[in-house]
């Protein structure tokens, strides 16, 4: 608590500057009159001085680019690798996949192997069914990779599990949901 100003008497009136009061009195009241209570500040609104907030962190997509092909699988192209640059640091979190098969052989999986810069954020080298995993639908498949700063590419490697016959083709979209300093 602060001395924030002085009563009619002359005596010091305490409170926060922030206005972080919790509902306690902040002014004085003349003969007559009542004191006037402040709502407390709402959890959300932290501040480092009246007008000024204070960093936080926030839920944001990182859409993955494709990098050949715009994301369709062919017969032709088995593997694409979906790529995501950083501008502000971020930690990776939800992938969520979307996958439009057509033709009767489009039915293979697509496994993938995910690095943040240059470390494989995986317990093996082995390719996983991201599918499962990036399930708008899926309830507590949540991933926690290593944070990273500005200009660190996050790269999906996506191989298909089994072949495609021309012309059937496989339509794949991917981002992350994760955290961002802001």
Do not use: C
Request: net charge neutral; glycine share 12%; proline share 7%.
């Amino acid at each position: 608590m602060e001395v924030v100003g002085y009563d009619v008497e002359g005596n010091e009136v305490y409170g926060d500057v922030m206005g972080d009061m919790d509902g306690d009195v902040m002014g004085a009241a003349r003969r007559g009159r009542r004191m006037m209570r402040v709502p407390p500040r709402p959890n959300w609104r932290n501040q480092l001085a009246p007008g000024v907030i204070q960093p936080d962190e926030g839920m944001v997509p990182l859409p993955l680019t494709p990098l050949v092909n715009a994301g369709t699988f062919t017969s032709a192209i088995p593997t694409i690798t979906f790529q995501g640059q950083l501008q502000k640091p971020f930690r990776a979190e939800r992938l969520l996949v979307s996958v439009v098969r057509t033709g009767a052989t489009a039915v293979g999986r697509l496994l993938g192997q995910l690095y943040v810069g240059t470390d494989l954020q995986q317990g093996d080298i082995q390719g996983w069914d991201i599918e499962v995993v990036g399930q708008a639908t899926a309830f507590g498949t949540r991933l926690t990779t290593k944070a990273a700063e500005p200009g660190v590419l996050i790269r999906l490697q996506v191989t298909l599990s089994s072949v495609l016959t021309a012309p059937d083709t496989i339509f794949a979209s991917v981002l992350f949901m994760g955290r961002i300093v802001h």
